[in-house]
């Protein structure tokens, strides 16, 4: 062995500048290998960039003991070898381009790491840097704090105002030398999502073709929103401002796949009013309060302020003076949709009403829930709705139930008349003559036994008729115009033109 060079002091920050300046060149495929000899073996780390040129490092490590065995052997540039080779073992796993080796002593007078600088100096640049500084964690300060050497984009769609085509394009957040802790901020819309909710998907560009880095997604309520964006480090982006988002599993090719060629049209302002039958056993209760409440938590999200809701229940007629009548009750007329969901919650814990004797126990106050409907509707006025002649505002009647209602008088049914007298043919009428009136039901029994059914349910499902059991909310949605169907969906951000 030849005389020992002096040996430096350690310079944490002099290492820290040269791993900057050396991850910072990197290119393509090149490769930047680090050597620390260490108290208790060789230490490689080899730094490249991945498909977005982001640095990203791999790590391996050799016991002085494994590399001395070869030494014990009669060949004595054994030694030397497996030294060496923990280099050319890290350059024939990147077959790029070595850029440079930095060799590093971590450790003070160990004859063994000594020796095995004083070889890897002889094959690569002898300057040694010396530090007292786990390396494993300089490296990855200068991986974390290396500007980025691509742009990231947001992915959004850009509607054409005249045709309503819409355009996949970027919306840059970082340009190419940011570095970590940027904030930015950026203000998109959002319209119903698909089955995800609105993904915003950060891409890097390879020429003209987009490498997706990260996407995650959320269930947004229809809006504008501004989001800032951070950049934690290369390779992660951190979004704020958006409420419940998560990772999204879906790769580049299934995400653009969703996206259809069309802006659908904007959903606008409605008036859903939910009608529920809450005679009859507790569970049937239960489950048709709970499954109107599913409907109107869905349109919730999906029309935030632009749905009003307007819930009714009703139950069966009592034909005998000593119990009482119990009309048709209103719990909210044209509220919000928290409102409403806060009714049908009075009503979970209630429960059925009108039950046996001396109740009827095979229709209910069906006809007098539509003489309600009509008579509010009535004393509300179509400026309400802001409906004309030429483009109305929908109004949904979803009535939720099972029990044919009572006819206005005697007939072959059997079923006792309306002490009321109401008929439940002119009141349907009256509702299907006024413009922008849809109608959809939630029935007990499958649809395929509709025919056999007291006609009211045909009628009522004119537009869609569910199950109670099996009940599509987002299906049922859609057939009523009340949310865009699937293929409609939007799956990114939509951005205006003029941004």
């Known amino acids: 062995m030849t005389e020992d060079p002096p040996v430096s002091e350690p310079d944490n920050d002099l290492l820290r500048k040269a791993l900057a300046r050396a991850v910072a060149l990197l290119t393509g495929t090149d490769c930047l290998i680090v050597v620390e000899a260490a108290a208790d ?23 002085w003991a494994d590399l001395t065995t070869a030494s014990a052997q009669e060949d004595p540039t054994a030694g030397r070898d497996a030294v060496l080779q923990t280099v050319t073992a890290v350059s024939q796993a990147h077959p790029g381009d070595t850029t440079e080796v930095i060799l590093v002593r ?8 000594e020796q095995a600088l004083e070889w ?3 094959d690569h640049p002898p300057d040694v840097y010396s530090t007292d500084a786990p390396v494993a964690g300089l490296v990855k300060e200068a991986i974390r704090d290396d500007p980025l050497t691509r742009s990231y984009d947001l992915v959004v769609l850009r509607p054409d105002p005249a045709t309503g085509r819409l355009d996949l394009a970027g919306r840059q957040l970082f340009p190419v030398g940011t570095r970590p802790g940027t904030l930015t901020d950026v203000t998109v819309r959002c319209e119903p999502g698909d089955e995800y909710g609105t993904a915003f998907a950060v891409v890097t560009w390879q020429g003209r073709e987009p490498r997706l880095l990260s996407v995650a997604s959320a ?41 259809p ?18 005679c009859g056993p507790d569970e049937k209760v239960i489950e048709r309060l709970g499954r109107a409440h599913q409907v109107i938590a869905f349109l919730a999200a999906e029309l935030g ?29 044209r509220a919000t949709p928290e409102h409403a969901l806060a009714g049908l919650r009075l009503l979970e814990e209630r429960g059925a009403i009108t039950r046996g004797f001396p109740y009827h126990p095979h229709a209910a106050q069906l006809e007098d829930m539509l003489a309600t409907v ?10 309400v709705d802001g409906l004309d002649q030429h483009r109305p505002a929908p109004t949904v009647l979803l009535t939720v139930g099972d029990r044919p209602p009572h006819p206005a008088r005697a007939d072959r049914s059997g079923v006792l008349p309306c002490p ?11 509702l299907g003559s006024r413009p922008g009136t849809v109608f959809g039901a939630i029935w007990d029994q499958s649809p395929d036994r509709a025919r056999t059914a007291h006609l009211i349910w045909r009628y009522l499902g004119t537009s869609a008729l569910a199950h109670l059991d099996a009940l599509d909310v987002r299906e049922l949605t859609a057939d009523l115009g009340l949310a865009a169907p699937v293929v409609g969906r939007i799956p990114f951000p939509l951005i205006d033109d003029t941004e």
């Not at 971590?106 to 790491?113: D, F, T």
């Not at 009509?374 to 400026?383: E, P």
Request: glycine share 8%; charged share 20%.
């Open 261 to 278: 060629s069309l802006l659908p049209p904007a959903t606008r302002a409605a008036h859903l009013i939910c009608g529920v039958e809450i």
């Open 41 to 63: 073996g060789i230490a490689t780390f080899a730094v490249h960039q991945d498909e977005h040129g982001t640095p990203r490092a791999r790590h391996w490590f050799n016991s």
């Open 374 to 383: 009509v008579r509010r509707l009535l004393r509300d006025g179509s400026a």
């Open 219 to 259: 269930r947004l309520v229809p809006g504008t929103y501004t989001v800032t964006a951070e950049l934690v480090r290369a390779g992660k982006v951190r979004f704020t401002g958006l409420p419940g988002l998560v990772e999204d599993p879906r790769g580049w090719d299934e995400l653009i796949a969703s996206v």
């Open 305 to 333: 302020d632009r749905l009003r809701v307007s819930l009714l229940a009703y139950g069966a007629h009592s034909f005998d003076q000593s119990a009482p009548e119990h009309p048709v009750e209103v719990t909210a007329w």
């Open 106 to 113: 971590s450790v003070a007078g160990n004859p063994a790491a």
């Open 120 to 122: 890897l100096c002889q």
């Open 420 to 430: 009321h007298r109401h008929d439940w043919r002119t009141m349907f009428q009256h």
